[in-house]
């Protein structure tokens, strides 16, 4: 028996299809896009709010961690920019307080630090990614685009679903006490689609994840990726299965067998 169909897909209620659409609204030009920049150097926040503007992102910025509170506490933002080093405080107090808030609102954090431990620190602290100062332009503008065109921000380090666990930082998966590691791209892919368990993630959303991690750019690297976790799955026995929606895209969940 092949995948199903959309056509025998059980779209049990209103609101799985609801979702789905909600889901296609991700990209980004159907969304409006608002930064949050907080950096005390003055020269180098006009530099990159200018910059930004240029690319049409609009950013407001701030010096301080109070500054930064009281804006992420008014008005939503798509990223946040965050430099470490503020007058008032470690930026990483910031990150802290948005993620025990529940926030996923991506966050870049920028810094002149660049050691292993203080990145490893930031993103356990729930950064979404890392650039060192000084840094190119146009790679503060390709990694702004890339957390803009996640599906989902963060929202934790261990994913759930039926009788597994995935360990997202450690890229290992655990059922009944026996742990396997993923490759980068099994992890990557398993991870957007747990992140989105039973609902349909677009394709297309799989191959921007994929992207950058592709030496040869292969046009089929979601497929590869998503058969190789289909057999990975089986082989430790999650109860759990990756459906194909015909030219849409993948959904996982729970497969009681
Ligand atoms: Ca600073």
Redesign the pocket.
Known sequence: MGPPSIATLPYDSLTDLLTFIALLGFWPQNRAMRLLLV???ARLSDLIAGGLAKEGIATDTVTTIAECLSALATTHFSVVIL????PDGDGLSVLQHMRALGSSTPVLVLTARLSVGDRVKGLHHGADDYLGKPFAFEELVARVRALLRRPTAYLGRELRLGNFTFDVEGREIAVAGAQYALAPREALVLEVLMRRANRVVPKKILEDQLYGLSADGSANAVEVSVHRLRKQLIETGAHVAIHTVRGVGYLIKEELS
């Open positions: 950096e005390d150097n430099d470490l080093g503020l």
